[in-house]
């Protein structure tokens, strides 16, 4: 087998999982930009159903991840509870498959296809800022109240930022990122140090999807959330971990093709005309406000610079990494919480 002949380990997959039917065609649907794989597989019978291939990371993370997602797609309660797809189960359990042979070790698992209904507009208007802000924050609502009745999570934001430190001790860390281990470990130590100093571990725990772009989400005709996708940077952490994402949708600037993660969203009139509604229907606190910077050194410090290279293609990893060091990490100082405060009148 080849090291890329994903659709011969999907056909492995899917015998594990059924194999009284046959596959007729697997169909790479996969974002362009991403290194993540998803397939569209039609089966002999004429059904759908979608695969996502991953390869980076623990099996047992990948396994757990979707466990979880599987019971917060079925926890969640009107009007989402049709929001999130819902893996395919055998034996009362998400039905995952591990391919090992020689040095590959690859992991599948199925869902059921998601529907979707219209993508919102490139560039937000005030309506659709609003809209999203209320819509969000009743999302967050029932996620919290699916939170107490979903399967413990082993992940959590220090034991991610000690991963990358223990990365930067081995060989591999010191030459993927050499010249700036002394930046990273000074951002890994500001980090740990102010999540202590806010409590972080006393926020509201729930499922996060953090990667919400408008790709990634449909709405109604009448702009309500009806189904979400893309699941790779899932977690269960505290609902500012998905703030700076929704600072891009409603951003000046727009969707964009060619993108960067600077900050600058995160301070712009507009995303505060989103705070406001979303604090309307889910009031955030003092101390969440001030984690909004950090949340956004964790996106960068865990999602770019960690695994940017499993998310991104190399030639847009190695753009966004350089952006860290240049841009991104420089600019983290320039968070005006009280720019917010105000806004909310906190």
């Not at 606190?285 to 960068?300: D, G, L, P, Q, S």
């Amino acid at each position: 087998m080849r090291l890329k002949d994903y659709p011969a380990i999907i056909r492995k997959a899917w015998q594990g999982f059924d194999d009284s039917i046959k596959i007729k065609s697997v169909e790479d649907i996969s974002a362009r930009v991403s290194t993540n794989h998803v397939f569209r597989v039609t089966l002999d019978n004429d059904d759908e159903v979608v695969a996502k291939l991953s390869y980076f990371g623990k099996y047992e993370h990948f396994k757990e991840d979707h466990r979880i997602i599987h019971a917060v797609s079925n926890n969640l309660l009107y009007p989402f509870e049709n929001v999130l797809a819902k893996s395919l189960v055998k034996n009362n359990q998400v039905y995952t498959y591990r391919y090992q042979e020689d040095f590959i070790d690859t992991w599948v698992v199925f869902y059921n296809p998601i529907r979707a209904m219209n993508r919102m507009p490139r560039r937000l208007d005030e309506q659709h800022i609003r809209k999203l802000g209320y819509e969000m924050a009743k999302f967050h609502q029932a996620c919290f109240r699916v939170g107490k009745s979903i399967p413990k999570s082993s992940k959590n934001l220090r034991t991610d930022i000690q991963h990358l430190l223990d990365i930067l001790e081995t060989d591999t860390g010191k030459f993927e990122h050499r010249g700036h281990i002394h930046i990273l470990k000074r951002q890994c130590d500001i980090f740990m140090k102010n999540i202590q100093r806010l409590n972080v571990s006393s926020f509201d725990l729930m499922p996060v999807f953090v990667d919400w772009n408008i790709g990634n989400f449909s709405v109604t005709d009448d702009l309500k959330l009806f189904s979400r996708w893309d699941y790779d940077w899932f977690r269960v952490s505290s609902r500012i971990m998905d703030f700076y994402f929704f600072s891009r949708v409603v951003s000046n600037v727009g969707d964009r093709t060619v993108f960067s993660y600077l900050m600058g969203p995160l301070m712009e009139d507009r995303f505060m005309i989103f705070l406001q509604e979303y604090h309307k229907v889910y009031p955030l606190t003092v101390k969440e406000v001030y984690f909004m910077k950090e949340a956004y050194r964790f996106f960068i410090l865990n999602y770019v610079i960690k695994y940017g290279k499993y998310f991104f293609h190399r030639s847009y990893c190695t753009k966004l990494q350089k952006e860290a060091y240049e841009l991104y990490f420089p600019a983290i100082d320039g968070f005006d919480a009280d720019k917010i405060l105000k806004a909310l009148n906190l």
